[in-house]
């Protein structure tokens, strides 16, 4: 899945706070095609680009449940990521692409007042194998 080498980067734009379709639920990914290799290729091209350190298909104004992460070690692609534990709460700065510059307190119910060491389950981008992981930023 994905584009192969010399292919021309693709930057979508980046929903704002306030567009509906950010409070809006997304669709499992079914089909694990080369629709969902360009989309996860573009997503990780508008990270870079923005500077920022993930991004949710939501986040450019698609429905699916689909997210890169950029770490040192390189990107990391969740498909149909759940959480099913977390912990703790933060005070800072938000570092959301879709809320530049806003100032928010999470705790690990999701109460705006982000989660914390989350444990996700994902399926990778071939659609075979679920995985977890823990204590991604």
Same mark, same amino acid.
């Given at each position: 899945? /994905?584009?192969?080498?010399?292919? &021309?980067?693709?930057? *979508?734009? @980046? +929903?704002? #706070?306030?567009?509906?379709?950010?409070?809006?639920?997304?669709?499992?990914?079914?089909?694990?095609?080369?629709?969902?290799?360009?989309?996860?290729?573009?997503?990780?091209?508008?990270?870079?680009?923005?500077?920022?350190? /993930?991004?949710?298909?939501?986040? &450019?104004?698609?429905? *699916?449940? @689909? +997210?890169? #992460?950029?770490?040192?070690?390189?990107?990391?692609?969740?498909?149909?990521?759940?959480?099913?534990?977390?912990?703790?709460?933060?005070?800072?700065?938000?570092?959301?692409?879709?809320?530049?510059?806003?100032?928010?307190?999470?705790?690990?119910?999701?109460?705006?007042?982000?989660?914390?060491?989350?444990?996700?389950?994902?399926?990778?981008?071939?659609?075979?194998?679920?995985?977890?992981?823990?204590?991604?930023?």
């Amino acid at each position: 899945i /994905g584009r192969t080498g010399g292919e &021309v980067m693709a930057i *979508r734009n @980046v +929903v704002q #706070v306030g567009d509906d379709i950010l409070r809006k639920k997304c669709f499992e990914v079914t089909s694990f095609d080369e629709k969902l290799g360009e989309l996860l290729d573009d997503m990780r091209d508008t990270v870079r680009k923005e500077d920022g350190a /993930g991004l949710a298909a939501p986040q &450019v104004g698609i429905l *699916r449940r @689909v +997210v890169v #992460v950029d770490v040192k070690e390189g990107f990391y692609e969740f498909v149909n990521p759940v959480i099913v534990d977390s912990k703790g709460e933060q005070t800072g700065y938000e570092g959301c692409l879709s809320a530049r510059k806003a100032r928010y307190r999470y705790a690990s119910d999701g109460r705006e007042s982000g989660i914390f060491r989350p444990q996700r389950k994902a399926q990778k981008t071939d659609g075979a194998r679920l995985f977890r992981t823990r204590g991604m930023p």
